[in-house]
């Protein structure tokens, strides 16, 4: 996850120079400190002053560097802070209200502060002054180089589970920034503990010691092409990956190149003889078959460009629209005037509709950059002056999930009214999982008790219903007429699609609760299991009947296993689904239920999952799902009920937190101790405004509903709020 709700830590020391060298300059000499020699962290602390980052102090005429000897949490940030080389600025105010403006370490805390590293504590303090703990110095060297767990490589603390800072431990000591102590076989990390200036530089100098080396195994590393001489231009590459070089190396002086790779140079050089390419969780992959640096300084071994699945790299937060892997594009510090990464994204079908956007890792938003895409190749680029992660989101599907969380339709309240499409299952063997025709039951029980409002004026509407004829020779048939009937304007609606190895529609959209139990009848027990044509049919049902004014939900029901395969075009249709604001809730009846589908349908749409052991069960859980449809808020917690089960709660990023909450009688989901509430903060009405869209977006200028200050997850007891 980019972004935690903890209250992240800040932290370092007092002989930290005020002034540093850059950490890629030529070595300093080493004074001889007394206390270092025979102590463990002799090589870490030396590394870091012969990098000017440490001074020491002088003690009795003497340097030293007091290894044993606690830090606070400022001093920590001065270190932090100055190795990171971040710019500067004098404040005008403190942020933090026991942090005054003449404090010396003011302007490190800011810059912390305004990088998204450390915000204090919820009462508005920043304890400065207060010794820092090991827990907090690994959550803030997580946070502040943006870590992620190495998988293969990691280590379980005994005395960390259940602990705030889990995570951050965790992927600290994958990434071998913190090992802990082996006691009787187990490992123990003391969370804690305050942390010594020897652990705290120690953890420091073994992150930068991998980014000094680029954790690259020169035995294992492709031969790099020899280098052209391309001269430097200052100007960004063509869309689709310049000349087809092998690629253009810096020389061993200090001059700037360009460096053009196809995606022969690419797969040879950046992807170590393999394509470098990834795809996201519904399997839509992009590879890299283009990279244009104008005015590199650096080297082919300093190019990088990873493609991660999002869940490893969001966890639990989801980017609506994110089509393709993350893109995670560095040139290890090395400089550059413009880059150009393009990418082939013929398998993608929505390429078309792709807009690149980078995490700025300052203002925790994603923002927008131009896109070019290229039909005749299939190809999709953008421009960027800087690395981050990058990330390529359905337009449509982007705006789709802030309507969906618009807060206000007419006169400040709630859409309130539902389409709702009744998918059911008529396969063969509902005969045995539900013998008695119980799920015609429940959904008859469900359309006579929509919601309508007795006070708005009546209309005429228009049904299309199946009719069942006989005639002699050919038996039983369908015919399809329509009715009209006269109905309250103000009004839920369902329809009825009846699916096995094909698909039908039973009735549209109506308001008329006869008409659509009557369409219930129609349905049997008899053929295949065809999901996904259930799930079309509903999307175009909503495309062709379904009303703009209302909310539209589908429910599906089966008990069994998809017969026929699953391809590309149907996982693309569930975000199809979602773009169109359509919300598919998903039931499973009994144990051999396609679980895994039926989740992945419910997740992709922002609806909710139900597994139902037997038939008798069935109207409860039918029940449950409409009335969790609604804006309310029956375990008095805070927290709508619809955000919480159905459409995801948003933050104001735009990211959604797909949460499994307890509406009914869940305040603490977790059970870690806080409520729902506390940890993701009362929402908020915000305004959208044009950074946060793609451009020429209608919804600028709206009001959405956002949790503006998400602290933790509150399905995670183990990511609670920071005091």
């Known amino acids: 996850m980019l ?67 606690s830090i606070t949490r400022a001093e920590y940030i001065k270190l932090l802070v100055s190795t990171r080389q971040v710019k500067l600025a004098e404040p005008a105010q403190s942020s933090f209200k026991d942090v005054a403006a003449s404090h010396w370490a003011l302007k490190y805390i800011e810059a912390a502060k305004a990088n998204g590293w450390s915000d204090g504590y919820e009462d508005g303090t920043f304890k400065p002054d207060n010794k820092v703990s090991r827990a907090e110095i690994a959550a803030l060297m997580v946070r502040s180089y943006n870590l992620r767990m190495q998988e293969g490589n990691t280590v379980a603390f005994e005395d960390t589970a259940g602990h705030w ?23 123990y990390f003391y969370p804690e503990n305050a942390a010594t200036r020897a652990e705290g530089m120690a953890m420091l100098t073994r992150y930068l010691k991998t980014t000094e080396t680029g954790a690259k195994d020169p035995k294992k590393e492709t031969p790099a092409p020899a280098p052209s001489t391309a001269p430097a231009s200052g100007t960004s590459g063509t869309a689709s990956g310049g000349s087809s070089s092998s690629g253009s ?70 980017v609506p629209g994110l089509t393709g892997p993350v893109v995670e594009f560095s040139t290890n510090g090395k400089s550059f005037a413009s880059g150009t990464l393009t990418f082939d994204v013929a398998k993608v079908s929505n390429k078309q509709n792709l807009a690149a956007a980078y995490y700025n890792e300052t203002t925790k938003r994603f923002e927008f950059l131009p896109t070019a895409y290229n039909a005749d190749q299939g190809t999709l680029s953008f421009t960027t002056t800087h690395n981050s992660k990058y990330v390529l989101i359905d337009k449509t599907s982007w705006e789709q999930t802030f309507r969906a969380h618009l807060s206000t339709v007419v006169d400040g309240t709630y859409k309130p009214y539902i389409d709702f499409a009744f998918i059911i ?35 005429t509407e228009t049904v299309t219903v199946a009719k069942s004829v006989y005639e002699d020779g050919k038996g039983y048939h369908f015919e399809f007429p329509t009715v009209t009937n006269q109905v309250y304007s103000l009004s839920d609606r369902a329809a009825i699609i009846d699916f096995d190895s094909g698909v039908r529609t039973y009735a549209t959209f109506s308001a008329h609760s006869q008409t659509v139990a009557d369409a219930v009848y129609h349905i049997d027990s008899n053929g295949g299991t065809n999901i996904f044509a259930g799930v079309r049919e509903a999307v175009k049902l909503f495309d062709t009947y379904g009303d703009n004014g209302q909310r539209k939900i589908a429910l599906l029901l089966t008990d069994g296993q998809n017969n026929f395969a699953t391809t590309q075009d149907d996982l693309n249709m569930l975000k199809e689904a979602f773009e169109k604001g359509i919300t598919i809730i998903t039931m499973g009846l009994s144990r051999d239920a396609d679980l895994s ?64 909450t307890d509406p009914l009688t869940g305040k603490d989901t977790d059970g870690d101790g806080f409520t729902d509430l506390e940890e993701m903060g009362q929402p908020e009405d915000m305004v959208i405004t044009a950074d946060m869209m793609p451009e020429g977006s209608a919804l600028v200028g709206k009001t959405v509903k956002v949790f503006k200050n998400f602290k933790s997850l509150p399905t995670d007891k183990n990511d609670v709020p920071k005091p």
């Open 425 to 459: 299952d008529s396969s063969g063997s509902m005969n045995d999982t539900d013998p008695k025709n119980l799920r015609k039951t429940a959904v008859t029980s469900l359309v006579y008790g929509l919601k309508h409002d007795p006070e708005s004026p009546l209309k």
């Open 165 to 187: 800072a889990n995570h951050y431990v965790n992927v600290a000591a994958s990434n071998k920034i913190v090992e802990g102590d082996t006691v009787n076989g187990k490992r």
């Open 249 to 318: 190396d810096s020389s061993s002086d200090s001059s700037t190149q360009r460096v053009t790779l196809d995606k022969e140079a690419i797969q040879n050089t950046l992807g170590g003889g393999n394509p470098v390419e990834g795809t996201d969780d519904l399997n839509n992959r992009i590879a890299l078959v283009g990279l244009d640096l104008s005015s590199f300084g650096g080297s082919l071994s300093d190019i990088s460009v990873k493609l991660e699945k999002p869940n490893t790299v969001f966890s639990q937060l989801s």
């Open 3 to 69: 972004r935690k709700a903890i209250t992240a830590v800040s932290i370092a020391s007092l002989m930290f120079g005020s002034s540093l060298s850059s950490i890629v300059a030529a070595d300093n000499s080493v004074p001889a400190f007394g206390d270092l020699e025979g102590h463990w962290s002799k090589s870490e602390v030396e590394y870091l002053v012969q990098k000017g980052i440490v001074d020491g102090v002088i003690q009795n005429g003497q340097p030293v560097i007091l290894p044993d000897q």
């Open 597 to 660: 589908l039926l989740k992945q349908i419910a997740e992709y749409t922002g609806g909710m999952y139900f597994q139902v052991q037997t038939a008798d069960d069935l109207e409860a859980y039918f029940k449950s799902a409409l009335e969790n449809s609604y804006h309310e808020d029956k375990d008095q917690d805070g927290l709508d009920d619809f955000y919480e089960k159905t459409a995801g709660m948003m933050l104001e990023n735009g990211m959604i937190i797909r949460t499994s």
